[in-house]
C-alpha cells in the first residue's frame, strides 16, 4: 500500500487484498498518532464493529495499536451500528471512535472510520489530517503496538455495553402514545448487518407485532449488498404482503441508512419520507429550527419549511455537512436522499433506526396507510416526483465529459427557462417551473448521478434525456 485515501468514510478496500491486518495497524497508528495530537486519548477512544468478516478481529488489532500509543480503548461488547458507536461517544464523554464498517459496500469489503468527539461524521479538516498522519505512517513504518492482556493491566482498555443507554435515549424521543392506539404489523429486514436485534426490540417494546427477515449474521450478506434500495428489497415487499403488515422498515449494513416499503408492498423514495416526517415533526413536537438538506436532496422540504415559517440550510452532497449544521444551527431535521436522517436532540450522525422509528410513530399517530399519508400531503403541498440516475462512461472519455459539463450552461431545459445556476458540488440548474437537476461526477466511479426533480414522470423523463444528449451520454 504505497498511499491512501482517508475520507469521510473512512478507508475501505478489499479484504485479503489491501484491508489487511498489516495495513488496519498502519492506518490505525495514522489515526492514533492524530489523537494524540489533539490531546484526546485520555477521554478514551471507542471502538466498534459490524457484522462483516473478521471485524471483530480487526477491531481487537485497533485496540492493540491504540493502547500502545498511551490512547485509552473503550470497546465494544458486541457488533453494533454505527450510530450506536457514535452515539457511545457521547454516553463515554470520548475523544472519539473508530468504526469497523464498510456500511452498504460488497461483502468483500471492509472499512474503517474515525468519528471525532462531536459524535457525527469527520469533517475535511479532520479526515485530511488523519490522511497526512497514515501517508507519514506509511513512509517510516512505525507502528506501536501493545498486547491487549498488556493493556488491560495498565487500564488502557475498558468494555462496555453502550445498548440501553441508547435504546433509552431513542424511546425518548419516540413517542409512546401513537402506539398505544395503534397495534401496527411491521416486518423488519436488518440485511443481515450490525442493526440485527435493535430495531425489532424497540419496535416490540412499543407493542408492535413484528416479522423479522434476514435477521442473522451472514458475512456475505445473502449474496447481495446491504443496501436498503427499491432493487434490494424485493424480499421486504414480498414479506410485507405475506404478512398483510403495516410497514417493512430495513436497515443497511451498519444501520445508518433506512428503506421503507409501505402497505401495498411498494418501495418508498427517501426522498418523500424526508418531507412527510418534517411535515409529522411539526405536528408533533415543539421544537423549531432550519431545516438542512443536500444539494442532491428535494426542495420539497423547502415548501414545507416555508409554510411554518422556517429557514433551509442547503449543503455539499454528504451527511458530514448535515451533521455540521445539526451540531451548529440548531436544524430540527437533516436529511439526504440517500436514506439519511437525523433531527435535533440525536446524534449529529446518520441514523437508520431513528428513522424507522419515527415513519412507524408516524403512521400509527395518524392512523392511516403510508399510502394515505402521502395523499393527505399532497393535497396540501401538491405532487413531485425525484429520482437520481447514475449514467456510467468510459473512463478514457472522463476528461472530455468533465470538460462538457463545466462547459454546460443551459437557458432552458426541456423548453422551461434556467432561472438560477449552483456550482455548490457539480452544476445544478433551476428552471421556473419548480423543477431542477443536478449533475454532478462520482469521486470513486466512472459515472455521473444526475438527479431530477419535478412536478411528473414525464418532465423528469424530458429533463433526464435532454441533459444526457447535451453531455454526450446518450448512446
Not at 474503517?112 to 507519514?136: Q, W
Not at 513512509?139 to 462496555?160: H, Q
Request: one cysteine or more; aromatic letters at 8%; glycine letters at 10%.
Amino acid at each position: 500500500m504505497s498511499s491512501i485515501k482517508f475520507g469521510t468514510d473512512g478507508w475501505r478496500a478489499i479484504i485479503a487484498e489491501d484491508f489487511t491486518f498489516a495495513n488496519v495497524k498502519i492506518v490505525t497508528q495514522g489515526i492514533a498518532a492524530y489523537i494524540n495530537s489533539e490531546n484526546l486519548g485520555k477521554r478514551g477512544i471507542v471502538i466498534g464493529y459490524d457484522n462483516r468478516f473478521m471485524s471483530e478481529r480487526f477491531a481487537h488489532t485497533c485496540a492493540r495499536v491504540l493502547a500502545g500509543n498511551g490512547i485509552k480503548v473503550i470497546m465494544l461488547r458486541k457488533a453494533c451500528p454505527t450510530p450506536v458507536t457514535a452515539f457511545a461517544v457521547r454516553a463515554k464523554n470520548a475523544g472519539g471512535a473508530l468504526m469497523l464498517t464498510a456500511s452498504h459496500n460488497p461483502p468483500e469489503y471492509n472499512g474503517l472510520k474515525f468519528i471525532p468527539e462531536y459524535a457525527g461524521p469527520a469533517l475535511p479538516d479532520v479526515t485530511e489530517s488523519i490522511e497526512a498522519e497514515v501517508n507519514r505512517v506509511l513512509e517510516n513504518r512505525k507502528v506501536y503496538e501493545l498486547a491487549l492482556e498488556e493493556a488491560e493491566k495498565l487500564e488502557l482498555v475498558e468494555e462496555y455495553d453502550v445498548d440501553r443507554e441508547y435504546q433509552n435515549h431513542l424511546l425518548r424521543l419516540i413517542n409512546p402514545e401513537p402506539f398505544k392506539k395503534r397495534k401496527l404489523k411491521v416486518v423488519v429486514d436488518p440485511m443481515f448487518g450490525a442493526g440485527i436485534g435493535y430495531l425489532e426490540k424497540y419496535l416490540e417494546a412499543l407493542g408492535c407485532e413484528i416479522r423479522v427477515i434476514h435477521g442473522y449474521r451472514d458475512v456475505l450478506f445473502g449474496g447481495s449488498l446491504p443496501e436498503p434500495t427499491d432493487r434490494g428489497l424485493d424480499a421486504l415487499k414480498r414479506a410485507v404482503k405475506n404478512y398483510d403488515a403495516d410497514l417493512g422498515l430495513a436497515l443497511d449494513g451498519d444501520a445508518d441508512r433506512f428503506g421503507v416499503v409501505d402497505e401495498k408492498g411498494e418501495f418508498v423514495v427517501p426522498n418523500r419520507l424526508l418531507y412527510l416526517l418534517l411535515d409529522y415533526i411539526l405536528k408533533t413536537r415543539s421544537f423549531r429550527g432550519p431545516v438542512a438538506r443536500t444539494v442532491a436532496t428535494t426542495h420539497v422540504l423547502d415548501k414545507v419549511a416555508k409554510k411554518n415559517g422556517l429557514g433551509v440550510i442547503e449543503t455539499p452532497v454528504g451527511f458530514k455537512y448535515i451533521g455540521e449544521c445539526l451540531r451548529e444551527r440548531g436544524c430540527i431535521l437533516g436529511g439526504e436522499e440517500s436514506g439519511a436522517l437525523s433531527i435535533f436532540g440525536h446524534i449529529p450522525e446518520k441514523d437508520g433506526i431513528l428513522a424507522c422509528l419515527l415513519v412507524a410513530e408516524m403512521v400509527a399517530w395518524s392512523e392511516m396507510s403510508l399510502t394515505d399519508i402521502y395523499g393527505r400531503f399532497v393535497e396540501e403541498y401538491g405532487r413531485v416526483e425525484s429520482e437520481r440516475l447514475d449514467v456510467h462512461y468510459r473512463e478514457q472519455d472522463k476528461a472530455r465529459l468533465n470538460t462538457r459539463l463545466n462547459e454546460y450552461c443551459p437557458k432552458a431545459i426541456g423548453g422551461v427557462k434556467v432561472e438560477k445556476a449552483v456550482t455548490t458540488e457539480g452544476r445544478k440548474f433551476l428552471m421556473e417551473d419548480g423543477s431542477w437537476v443536478l449533475i454532478r461526477s462520482s469521486g470513486t466511479e466512472p459515472l455521473f448521478r444526475i438527479y431530477v426533480e419535478a412536478q411528473d414522470r414525464v418532465r423528469m423523463a424530458d429533463i433526464q434525456r435532454e441533459v444526457q444528449n447535451a453531455l454526450g451520454l446518450l448512446s
